[in-house]
């Protein structure tokens, strides 16, 4: 599954280097926040929400991709009953396509995690406090006006916990609010 959504993201990425031009952000920066909603793939991990969100400034790089940072947080719970807390900051490239009224993306960012434990086992107290992480995605996005759009993502996203806890392997589904300067 997970190859399928890689190899399907730089599919999305190939099909994007075409020149069709999108709402003129070359040179613009912007900034926005978003909800999001975890939902965990790895079995060790019971419970499949805990989104807290993510804010975001980024610059159009021209009008088919753009540079971001990121920050993000939400929580989980494993099956020992710990609940790990994962904050993350990360770089991405959005790279977009017109369609229509629509402005559809492909994201691939890299970044760090950092991990709180809370109600962890003695066994467990080897875990990482922090590693890298990676997120590739989609998303779309619709110009309110020239200066505010509303974006909808799903990415895939990927940290390492440490030995005893497994890695987080999880969907991240957000809809926010960017504002273009």
């Given at each position: ?118 109600g962890m086992t003695p066994a467990e107290t080897k875990d990482k406090s922090n ?51």
């Open positions: 599954m997970r190859k399928v959504v890689v190899l399907g993201i730089i599919a999305i990425f190939v099909v994007f280097l075409g020149t069709a031009l999108c709402q003129d952000i070359a040179g613009r920066w912007y900034a926005g926040a978003a909800a999001t909603y975890v939902q965990p793939e790895d079995a060790e991990f019971k419970e499949k929400l805990t989104g807290l969100g993510r804010i975001f400034v980024g610059k159009g790089i021209n009008n088919n991709l753009s540079a971001e940072l990121e920050a993000d947080s939400f929580r989980m719970k494993s099956k020992t009953g710990s609940k790990v807390r994962v904050s993350s900051v990360l770089a991405s490239l959005e790279l977009r396509k017109k369609f229509g009224v629509i402005y559809p993306y492909a994201l691939a960012g890299l970044g760090w995690s950092f991990f709180s434990f809370d590693s890298y992480a990676y997120k590739l995605g989609a998303g779309v996005e619709y110009f309110l006006n020239k200066d505010w759009a509303l974006n909808y993502e799903a990415a895939h996203f990927y940290t390492d916990t440490g030995d005893t806890h497994s890695d987080v392997w999880n969907w991240q589904h957000s809809i926010g609010i960017k504002y273009y300067f």
